[in-house]
């Protein structure tokens, strides 16, 4: 008994340790070569750690009437995220399709355990934007030991008053929604209600303190995070399954331009400590508290 109890204990500490070594290559990143038209992988930093789905953007409309800008299903783009031979950094440089005039610049710089992004919009046609409606998509299912389509949302969590809430307790119409949504405190572009309400998982009792989610492995042995800054929503749909931590760009007036920044975190520190971490960073934060 004393034998199989001492190797289960040296089971669970190599184990530990696997969950936590690094890959020789580190945290990189790679060319995506599926059919979305700005795809983007992450190989994280964790020994056969598989690989995080970016899809940046997945969407991307203007207003006040509508103004297509990019989408994953573009046919034709006229450009898309391009990787160094090294896999530290990223580049994308695009005119909208379907919108001439509209500009989209992207970077994805990789660290040690982070990688940083940002995403800017550039109008140079001679009308106004009110406002971009962005959808940044991290999907999570190839990363190894991750949610697939069972209890996500139990291993996927966001900032509620300093406090990390799984989305499975959130206050939302139905505790059983498989997407859900909420607005970052503060923010005035509600933009993403439909989606999440056909399924009563738009979450209104409670606002986020910042644009940031994360999911952590089904064993809570490690975990990423998301955010976007300065910070508008937040959504995660456990039918693909992703998550998203939206920026808020605001009105981007002819001939001007406005950038978001984001970054994704692997790390095995746990949830609370390292969500409360990037919000004292400043990621995710709303515009109020971002521009000071």
Known sequence: MMKAMVALSLGCLLFSLSASRVTAGGLRLSQYSGPWAYGLEVIPPWADGGKLLVNLPEHMNGWPKYVDILHHNDKEPKGHWQVSEDGKTATLDVESPRTAGLFVKGTATAGSDRVLFSMRIINKTDAALAGVTPLYCFQYRHLTGFPQWIDNLKHTFVLIDGKAVALIDTPSESREARRKAAYVRGCPQHDTDAFPSAVGGLITEKELDAAMISVEALDGSRRILIAWTPGKSMLA??????????????????????????????TTKPVEEAMKELAKEGHGAPLAEWAK
């Open 237 to 266: 749909n456990a039918a693909i399954p992703c998550a998203h931590g939206d920026p808020y760009y605001g009105a981007i007036p002819a001939g001007e331009a406005r950038e978001a920044k984001g970054v994704v975190w692997f």
